[in-house]
């Protein structure tokens, strides 16, 4: 038996103990309520009995990332405008795990690739979250100097800070519109305006709203023409974004070489294995073969973070 033999058996059943410790019941506590309230209490639906055993996985992944500083799964979803609670996008990702590794050993059966599709399958969601966050954080700066210009003129009419919000929210276009609607929710229950806006900050991500952001909220601590510093952030943040789009016209060219370039060899390489895989199959086999997918990985990392770091010219 093989090497691989070996360490895909060891993922599979590593796979199979985690998913069954998971999906194992945990004891009940006993109901100490009375009959009337239990009978009356909703029974639990397919969905919520389905998300039951990913739940576990969701908050331990929230758990880890909040020891880390970083965002959870949740708040990832929401910067991508989701609709999924944690535990049923873990169900998806472990959905998108099976299916790559089942594929993978119908095709190839026991071999690397059959963890290699797992783990490639089982990343893919969340690459697709960072794509959404990605273009809705790219649509809502776009909007965002109208959305200040149209706050300053309503101050400059006559309104305070959180009825100008709540105009633009209810007259303003997704997803700005959206973000505003919430800070007026969390207003209206009792937040302050800067600590909602702060909220705003955090589900969204965006540099230049966190710099509107901290103006408001040193303003209404030192006082000052709001509607004035509006105008002068609008026009600041107009003139980046202005800037930015000519910097990614001159610079997309060589993003896509650069996207080319790295691809190319990687669909080549997986097209071969699947359409002739007695021919590729002595890179994964023999020592050299391994070496040089080895070597071609890193000067193929290597040169896409060279290409990206060129293009990546910051405002």
Do not use: C
């Not at 954080?137 to 009419?157: E, G, I, Q, Y």
């Not at 959206?178 to 209206?188: D, F, G, S």
Request: aromatic share 6%; proline share 4%; hydrophobic share 50%.
């Amino acid at each position: 038996m093989s090497w691989i033999l070996l360490l895909s058996l060891a993922a599979a059943m590593g796979v199979l103990v985690a998913a069954l410790a998971v999906a194992l019941p945990v004891a009940q506590a006993v109901d100490e309520r009375p009959r009337w309230e239990q009978i009356a209490a909703p029974r639990p639906t397919l969905r919520s009995r389905l998300n039951r055993p990913f739940q576990a996985l969701a908050e331990r992944s929230n758990r880890q990332h909040r020891l880390n500083g970083g965002l959870t799964l949740a708040e990832q979803l929401a910067r991508a405008d989701l609709k999924f609670r944690s535990s049923e996008f873990v169900m998806i990702q472990v959905g998108f795990m099976a299916g790559g590794a089942l594929l993978s050993f119908w095709r190839f059966g026991f071999s690397a690739q059959f963890v290699f599709a797992g783990v490639v399958a089982y990343l893919l969601p969340m690459r697709y979250v960072r794509w959404r966050q990605r273009r809705r954080l790219k649509a809502f700066n776009s909007r965002l100097p109208d959305t200040l210009s149209l706050l300053s003129n309503a101050m400059k009419a006559g309104l305070s800070l959180p009825q100008a919000i709540e105009s633009v929210a209810g007259n303003g276009s997704k997803p700005i519109s959206e973000e505003l609607a919430r800070v007026v929710r969390e207003t209206k229950l009792g937040t302050a305006t800067p600590a909602a806006l702060a909220n705003m900050v955090r589900r969204v991500g965006s540099e230049d709203l966190d710099l509107i952001v901290t103006a408001i909220t040193i303003q209404s601590s030192v006082g000052g023409n709001l509607a004035r510093i509006l105008d002068s952030i609008s026009h600041t943040i107009r003139q980046r974004v202005q800037i930015k789009s000519q910097i990614g016209a001159m610079t997309a060219q060589m993003r896509a070489s650069g996207w080319i370039i790295t691809l190319l060899p990687i669909i080549v390489a997986a097209i071969l294995n699947i359409i002739t895989p007695t021919y590729f199959r002595p890179m994964f086999t023999e020592p050299l073969g391994r070496l040089m997918l080895v070597v071609a990985g890193v000067a193929i990392f290597i040169g896409n973070m060279l290409v990206r770091r060129i293009t990546n010219i910051r405002v």
